[in-house]
């Protein structure tokens, strides 16, 4: 289990020179104590101060050193102003092979650059790669993963948190919700031109179009179907495959999905939060017997978004599915992603029928 142990505070560099500042200058106006005093800010700060310093260079030096302080603790409250408080935690979470590369010290944000880094890593490519389909072995070490996580923020609650990587869908929407308490994450999307990490962004960004449409809303829906068109659209052909009839159809998509389109936080807050507005108005009007079943198609960081506006204790059971081109049905396995903190993988992991599909069975190897 990865536990970071706690780091000793240093004080912030403002106020060590605002203090070499003040301190002389208060020995400079106080004359009782201005000889040793001054002799010992000598010898610590080489600042080579004389004994006879008149009055007022003691009171300029104090203003000056005042100056320094506000300023510091100004810049300090500013959005994106550096911090050295906590560490910076890193989670690449990939589950494909190849691996892409960590975190590299100038892809991390100017405000997080004072932070002692510790990389994370939860690497499920074992389970789904290379021939190898184990979701139920994945899911397992996520939840290790979740668990270690919780006690890195109980080992150092003021950590700021990062996530990035390329992994399958269910177990991004999973991660999410595992963390859905913790603080806001910073996330990184992979550059395809330079293959470098890069955060989103914040300020001015181009509106995607976004809408949100109920497009079948049978009197005796079984099951409730929402699909998130992003990165591409999602037949419903091949969710039919997957959730028989009757069922509720939701669509979520940007005017044009495709590949790359989200670059900016806000455009992960307007969507997360669209999804999030659905599942509350399921809450309040649909059976909790009925399960809503998520297709996505969309970036790493918009999923794992989404999955932490999902509730264990408030919302309907939510079963996110994963996309193979080769299997049958093409969304051959899921996950529930909110089926509780102590459930077993075994109980989480649903895969629909090939002989009939529709209905859902426990996958029980790993």
């Known amino acids: 289990m990865f536990r970071p142990r706690r780091e000793r505070r240093i004080p912030p560099a403002h106020v060590t020179i605002a203090l070499a500042f003040v301190l002389p200058g208060a020995a400079i106006i106080c004359p009782g104590i201005k000889e040793a ?25 104090m203003v000056i050193g005042a100056v320094i302080f506000i300023y510091g603790e100004r810049r300090k409250e500013k959005p994106g ?37 510790k990389h994370f890593d939860c690497d499920q ?8 389909v184990d979701p139920v072995g994945a899911v ?48 990184f999307e992979l550059d395809r031109a330079t293959n470098r990490w890069r955060e989103l962004a914040t300020g001015d960004h181009p509106d995607l ?13 079984s099951a409730v179907v929402v699909r998130i068109a992003v990165s591409y659209e999602i037949p419903l052909a091949d969710v039919a495959d997957v959730v028989t ?24 807050e307007i969507i997360a ?20 079943h998520v297709f996505y198609a969309g970036p790493v960081s918009l999923g794992f978004s989404i999955g932490r506006r ?19 049905p093409r969304y051959a396995w899921g996950v529930e992603v909110n089926g509780g903190s102590g459930a077993a993988p075994e109980a989480v992991v649903v895969r629909p029928s090939l002989r009939d599909h529709g209905n859902t069975e426990v996958i029980v190897s790993s």
């Open 140 to 187: 397992r070490q996520q939840m290790h993963m979740a668990a270690d996580l919780a006690a890195v923020r109980r080992a150092d609650p003021d950590a700021a948190f990062g996530y990035y990587g390329i992994v399958h869908v269910p177990l991004q929407f999973l991660a999410g919700c595992s963390v859905s308490t913790f603080p806001e994450m910073a996330l």
């Open 209 to 221: 179009g976004l809408t949100v449409d109920t497009l079948a809303r049978p009197a005796n829906a």
């Open 310 to 328: 999902i509730s264990r204790t408030i919302h309907h059971r939510v079963i996110v599915y994963n996309y193979t081109a080769r299997t049958n």
């Open 37 to 61: 005093l001054i002799g010992y800010l000598n010898k610590s700060f080489a600042l080579g101060l004389s004994l006879e310093a008149p009055w007022y260079m003691g009171l300029v030096m």
């Open 245 to 268: 009839g009757p069922f509720e159809d939701i669509r979520i998509a940007i005017a044009k999905p495709q590949i790359d389109a989200i670059t900016h936080y806000a455009q992960l």
């Open 273 to 292: 939060a669209a999804f999030r507005g659905v599942l509350d108005d399921l809450q309040a009007r649909v059976d909790k017997a009925q399960a809503v």
């Open 125 to 132: 490519s074992a389970f789904l790669s290379g021939g190898s």
């Open 81 to 117: 102003a550096a911090t050295s408080a906590g560490s910076f935690v890193a989670l690449r979470h990939q589950s494909f092979e190849p691996l892409a590369g960590r975190l590299a010290a100038e892809d991390i944000p100017s405000r997080l650059r004072n932070r002692t880094v």
